[in-house]
């Protein structure tokens, strides 16, 4: 099994790297702005407050904190959207494929021709996933971190790595969505990846929207996005709901996943 | 000893109300060498991942030495090299890198992979993209038999090489055989299954059609005869024949006949026909295996 995820870590150097990269430049850019905007605080206060509460809502999620404040900034500017919008990218694209792109090109067989289970590959995959989630995941972590720190952002660094647990959590149930879809059923191209994906987009939009009409509300409750509030996350507040619904929907798939992987025949 | 064997086996596809194979009953023994044969979409691929646990039967079952497939896979699969049809390799690799990955899975003699790697003058170092079909196909060979494995799987194993590589090729499973190694081949190729081969069955829409050995001395595999009728109409009183076996029709009054027992049966019957002209020919696997694929066109 360890060769497996070694082998499949080592051909996901690239991609690792690159991921890596790109938010890591993403987050510190964004932090980069805070302390032009922290300056003019006042300024921006009256400004946001301004804005429509639907358009507040994409951004924040319905969070109360004001946008120039660092929870509020944070919230606003990475951990509602921008870093769940990069991370389920790769989530769910890794995720739904890293499988079923053996499976089509048949080097899966090679693999499965050896004294392998079923289960055992599957494992491996699981594992190889998320190790590969998890790199850049860390590494980001760290510049969010590091750089708080060189801008003097005033945010508990334990509440930072509570949200990003958090956030981690959250983009990996996307990603197993599409992994369980696509080992379930293979043939189905993208299938897994575009379900995630529009079931991520759905619960985005409900949860942003959700105070405005108490239907959406009821549906928004559906999904995980609901759950995920990072300013409660970053204030230092753990959610359970999130907790148990992340957890419960990740023994959902996982369950599938392996049943299904098992009984069917490879494509 | 019987290694491989299959009893009743049959798949149906999902959607399908035909089954692309069988009730298959198969056996390959320690040391044979079973060709496998058959048109595209015959149900040799099929049956070929069957064997392999890719792909779960319908109904019947499969034993590899002794011990159920269905429950014993990942055991058995120690035991066994396998070379997929259309061999598709990681292609952002080198050949060496996979076969190193692989070896890991299950060790290998190292000294046997290294042989192979010298005789099949395999291109190590470059990714597999950049290969031609032919150098994947050596990769992908070297893979299949580098353990030196008790079975052998191999799916169109010479696709793509050249004459030389297949003489390679051909030598390095006759060592297998030799060395005790149970080896199933499917091949489009008849004169590589007469070549090689012990014995060859001729699967047809799923079914197995025929079996027979191939002989060492000279493969030729049996006789047939051309007759001429000097009424065309007689042509129709073959085939209530009890001892002729209808071959193939060449035109109004020639057609190719052979004796289903006997042969003395066979000529008086025969001879109660009005013939012009009786001759006898020898047939090799490849006017066999079209024999069996024009009938019941």
Redesign the interface.
């Known amino acids: 099994m360890k060769?497996?995820i070694l082998?499949e870590i080592n051909?996901k150097k690239k991609y690792i790297f690159w991921w890596t990269i790109a938010i890591s430049l993403t987050i510190i850019l964004i932090l980069s702005i805070y302390p032009s905007i922290r300056n003019q605080f006042k300024t921006f206060d009256d400004l946001i407050k301004q804005l429509p509460a639907a358009f507040m809502n994409l951004k924040t999620g319905g969070a109360s904190e004001s946008m120039v404040s660092p929870i509020g900034w944070l919230n606003s500017q990475l951990y509602f959207v921008t870093l769940p919008i990069l991370f389920l990218i790769m989530s769910i694209g890794l995720g739904s494929s890293i499988l079923l792109t053996d499976e089509k090109?048949?080097?899966l067989?090679?693999?499965?021709?050896?004294?392998?289970?079923r289960t055992?590959l599957l494992l491996s995959k699981l594992i190889s996933y998320l190790i590969i989630i998890a790199i850049p995941w860390l590494i980001s972590s760290m510049v969010t971190s590091l750089t708080t720190v060189i801008i003097h952002l005033s945010i508990s660094q334990l509440h930072l790595i509570i949200a990003d647990i958090w956030l981690l959590l959250f983009i990996l149930v996307y990603g197993l969505v599409g992994f369980a879809i696509s080992t379930v059923l293979p043939k189905t191209k993208r299938l897994g990846a575009s379900i995630a994906t529009m079931l991520a987009f759905l619960g985005y939009l409900l949860t942003s929207l959700a105070n405005l009409n108490h239907y959406m509300l009821d549906l928004a409750k559906l999904f995980p996005w609901y759950y995920f509030s990072p300013s409660d996350l970053l204030a230092g507040n753990i959610n359970t709901g999130l907790s148990i619904y992340l957890l419960g929907l990740s023994v959902i798939t996982l369950l599938i996943s392996f049943i299904g992987f098992n009984?069917r025949?490879?494509i | 000893m019987e290694i491989i064997e299959t009893n009743l086996l049959t798949k149906y596809y999902t959607k399908q109300s035909t089954p692309a194979v069988k009730d298959l009953n198969l056996s390959i023994k320690t040391g044979e060498i079973y060709g496998f044969l058959g048109a595209n979409g015959a149900g040799k691929t099929t049956t070929i991942?069957m064997l392999?646990?890719?792909?779960?039967p319908t109904s019947g079952n499969i034993t590899v030495f002794g011990l159920n497939l269905k429950t014993n896979?990942?055991?058995i699969?120690?035991q066994?090299?396998?070379l997929?049809g259309?061999?598709?390799?990681?292609?952002?690799?080198t050949g060496s890198q996979?076969l190193d990955?692989?070896s890991?899975?299950?060790p290998v003699n190292k000294n046997y992979r290294k042989q192979l790697e010298r005789n099949f003058q395999a291109e190590l170092n470059r990714p597999i993209e950049e290969l031609s079909k032919g150098n994947r196909q050596k990769i992908a060979i070297i893979?299949?038999l580098m353990s030196q494995p008790k079975v052998l799987i191999l799916d169109e194993p010479t696709s793509g090489l050249d004459p030389l590589m297949q003489d390679i090729f051909y030598d390095a499973i006759t060592d297998l055989a030799n060395y005790g190694t149970a080896i199933l081949m499917s091949s489009h190729n008849l004169n590589e299954a007469q070549k090689i081969c012990h014995r060859i069955g001729i699967i047809k829409n799923g079914s197995l059609i025929h079996q027979q050995s191939i002989s060492q001395d000279n493969k030729i595999t049996s006789e047939i005869y051309k007759i001429k009728l000097s009424i065309p109409k007689d042509i129709d009183k073959i085939k209530k024949f009890k001892h002729v076996s209808f071959v193939s029709k060449l035109n109004d009054n020639e057609l190719l006949i052979k004796p289903t027992v006997s042969l003395n049966d066979f000529l008086e019957e025969v001879s109660s026909l009005p013939l012009s002209e009786f001759s006898s020919q020898r047939i090799d696997l490849e006017d066999e295996f079209l024999t069996f694929y024009e009938d019941n066109k």
């Open positions: 060769e497996i082998w051909r090109e048949h080097t067989e090679l693999v499965l021709a050896r004294p392998i289970s055992k009984r025949d490879l | 991942r392999m646990d890719f792909i779960r896979s990942a055991n699969r120690d066994i090299g396998y997929p259309e061999a598709k390799l990681y292609s952002d690799a996979i990955f692989l890991s899975l299950r893979q299949a």
